[in-house]
């Protein structure tokens, strides 16, 4: 999934920097210059609840967008729903299409 959303990103002409996980992209967003985060929700290690959290926490002021596409017992609505009330900018419930991505990529930015 990263390896898609990182293609239709770099073909919209978007520079990146990849995280593997959520204490990679922590690690990432505190010592580097981010305008925007886009963050899966359900990740090994730092889920993205808890990347999202630990954001805030340190006075993180870079928009986010959270994506998930749930998992057996807990749904993609409740976990996107989760990150809304805890502060992102946009949601996208996968799977998502290219202009979904763009709409929530320019609602975030805005």
Same mark, same amino acid.
């Given at each position: 999934?990263?390896? #898609? #959303? =990182?293609?239709?990103?770099?073909?919209?002409?978007?520079?990146?920097? /990849?995280? *593997? @996980?959520?204490?990679?992209?922590l690690n990432?967003?505190? &010592?580097?210059? /981010?305008?925007?985060? %886009?963050?899966?929700?359900?990740?090994?290690?730092?889920?993205? /609840? *808890?990347? %999202? $959290?630990?954001? @805030?926490?340190?006075? &993180?002021?870079?928009? %986010?967008?959270?994506?998930?596409?749930?998992?057996?017992? /807990? =749904?993609?609505?409740? &976990?996107?729903?989760?990150?809304?009330?805890?502060?992102?900018?946009? =949601?996208?419930?996968?799977?998502?299409? $290219? @202009?979904?991505? $763009? &709409?929530?990529?320019?609602?975030?930015?805005?």
């Open positions: 999934f990263r390896g #898609m #959303m =990182t293609q239709m990103l770099q073909q919209d002409h978007h520079q990146l920097t /990849i995280a *593997e @996980n959520g204490q990679q992209g990432l967003a505190k &010592n580097k210059s /981010i305008d925007l985060i %886009i963050t899966d929700i359900l990740m090994p290690g730092m889920d993205g /609840i *808890e990347l %999202i $959290r630990a954001l @805030n926490s340190s006075g &993180n002021k870079i928009p %986010i967008i959270a994506v998930s596409g749930g998992r057996r017992l /807990i =749904t993609a609505d409740f &976990n996107l729903e989760s990150a809304s009330l805890i502060g992102v900018c946009a =949601t996208l419930s996968k799977p998502f299409a $290219r @202009n979904d991505l $763009r &709409n929530a990529i320019k609602e975030a930015l805005a």
